[in-house]
């Protein structure tokens, strides 16, 4: 976690056992008379119920006044401190717990299910370049599609052009699948999450209930794949998805994800409704690409990150997602 003091100067905090957190680069001089973090914490709001209006509910890292940061506890000391930022990415689970339990407020905000769909690149370019496809004049082929069904929206997230589907597990027994693309992009398939989303009114608005939902949905990916060796993904082709038929046919679409992947049926690892949504979305990307439904085109799963599934509450102005990007603080918020 990284924070900024209030001469902007930046340090790196690390959670210990106990919740309180430590200072890995040291400020220069606490606040005079200020209280240590061994002093004990200060009381913290419980609900966002107590929470007025214009006043933010601060964890047990920073004290307040009149309802405003003014300061982080450190094992070195408390540190002034006007804005706090939590850079804890977007699988930070463990510390996610922590703010909740110290009572900072966080809220559902919409994310997103589903898996990875892998088609030959050059069939790709056929659909998008027709006779031109394949001159070296064009740049890789690359699509971005969505498609809204009843309430929700199946989309496309992070086409990765001639890359590969990669595992992303952040916890023990979990499988999750991302994709990449090398510098080149000259890999033999193009690869990109099918997705649908999915919010707050989803899990009667707790957050604890979203964080559960992608363990539950990691954890299942896990199951399914485990006959084909630690972390194998559970697989299928798209036209098996369609069908509900959980069948694996390798031809020359051979998928790419290097732990290993196993037959199943992916529908049966989603919610009902959120795998008719998928079908219903894919049958919509035939009439966008050709091809794009092609017995030979795989689906691998699952994919659960494509966001955070909680939102930090601020009063006053924009409220804060946890993100992995950074250095730039923008990018952080």
Same mark, same amino acid.
């Given at each position: 976690?990284?924070?900024?003091?209030?001469?902007?100067?930046?340090?790196?905090?690390?959670?210990?056992?106990?919740?309180?957190?430590?200072?890995?680069?040291?400020?220069?001089?606490?606040?005079?008379?200020?209280?240590?973090?061994?002093?004990?914490?200060?009381?913290?709001?419980?609900?966002?119920?107590?929470?007025?209006?214009?006043?933010?509910?601060?964890?047990?890292?920073?004290?307040?006044?009149?309802?405003?940061?003014?300061?982080?506890?450190?094992?070195?000391?408390?540190?002034?401190?006007?804005?706090?930022?939590?850079?804890?990415?977007?699988?930070?689970?463990?510390?996610?717990?922590?703010?909740?339990?110290?009572?900072?407020?966080?809220?559902?905000?919409?994310?997103?299910?589903?898996?990875?769909?892998?088609?030959?690149?050059?069939?790709?370019?056929?659909?998008?370049?027709?006779?031109?496809?394949?001159?070296?004049?064009?740049?890789?082929?690359?699509?971005?599609?969505?498609?809204?069904?009843?309430?929700?929206?199946?989309?496309?997230?992070?086409?990765?052009?001639?890359?590969?589907?990669?595992?992303?597990?952040?916890?023990?027994?979990?499988?999750?699948?991302?994709?990449?693309?090398?510098?080149?992009?000259?890999?033999?398939?193009?690869?990109?999450?099918?997705?649908?989303?999915? !919010? /707050?009114?989803?899990?009667? #608005?707790?957050?604890?209930?979203?964080? $559960?939902?992608? +363990?539950?949905? &990691?954890? %299942?990916?896990?199951?399914?794949?485990?006959?084909?060796?630690?972390?194998?993904?559970?697989?299928?082709?798209?036209?098996?998805?369609?069908?509900?038929?959980?069948?694996?046919?390798?031809?020359?679409?051979?998928?790419?994800?290097?732990?290993?992947?196993?037959?199943?049926?992916? !529908? /049966?690892?989603?919610?009902? #409704?959120?795998?008719?949504?998928?079908? $219903?979305?894919? +049958?919509?990307? &035939?009439? %966008?690409?050709?091809?794009?439904?092609?017995?030979?085109?795989?689906?691998?799963?699952?994919?659960?990150?494509?966001?955070?599934?909680?939102?930090?509450?601020?009063?006053?102005?924009?409220?804060?997602?946890?993100?992995?990007?950074?250095?730039?603080?923008?990018?952080?918020?």
């Amino acid at each position: 976690m990284v924070v900024r003091d209030g001469n902007w100067n930046i340090h790196e905090l690390q959670q210990k056992p106990s919740g309180m957190f430590r200072t890995v680069h040291k400020p220069a001089a606490p606040v005079a008379g200020a209280n240590s973090a061994s002093s004990g914490k200060k009381e913290l709001v419980k609900s966002e119920t107590s929470v007025k209006k214009d006043a933010a509910a601060i964890p047990s890292v920073g004290e307040q006044k009149n309802g405003q940061l003014t300061g982080i506890f450190t094992t070195n000391g408390t540190f002034p401190c006007e804005a706090l930022v939590f850079a804890v990415g977007h699988s930070a689970r463990d510390t996610f717990a922590m703010l909740m339990d110290s009572g900072l407020v966080l809220e559902c905000k919409p994310f997103s299910v589903g898996f990875r769909a892998e088609h030959l690149q050059s069939e790709i370019e056929k659909s998008l370049y027709h006779e031109a496809a394949g001159h070296p004049a064009l740049p890789r082929g690359e699509y971005q599609l969505s498609q809204h069904v009843g309430d929700r929206c199946v989309y496309t997230f992070c086409m990765c052009p001639g890359g590969q589907v990669v595992a992303s597990a952040s916890e023990t027994g979990h499988v999750v699948t991302n994709g990449m693309s090398y510098h080149a992009r000259d890999g033999r398939n193009a690869n990109a999450a099918v997705v649908v989303s999915v !919010g /707050a009114e989803d899990f009667a #608005g707790d957050p604890r209930r979203a964080i $559960a939902f992608q +363990r539950e949905l &990691e954890a %299942k990916a896990y199951a399914a794949g485990r006959r084909g060796g630690a972390y194998a993904a559970p697989a299928e082709n798209v036209q098996s998805f369609l069908e509900g038929k959980g069948r694996l046919n390798i031809g020359r679409v051979e998928p790419t994800y290097d732990r290993g992947v196993v037959a199943a049926d992916l !529908g /049966a690892l989603l919610p009902g #409704g959120l795998a008719d949504t998928l079908r $219903a979305g894919l +049958r919509a990307y &035939e009439r %966008k690409i050709a091809g794009y439904t092609a017995p030979e085109a795989i689906l691998t799963g699952l994919e659960t990150r494509t966001s955070s599934p909680v939102r930090l509450k601020r009063p006053s102005w924009q409220d804060c997602t946890p993100a992995a990007r950074g250095p730039d603080m923008r990018a952080a918020l």
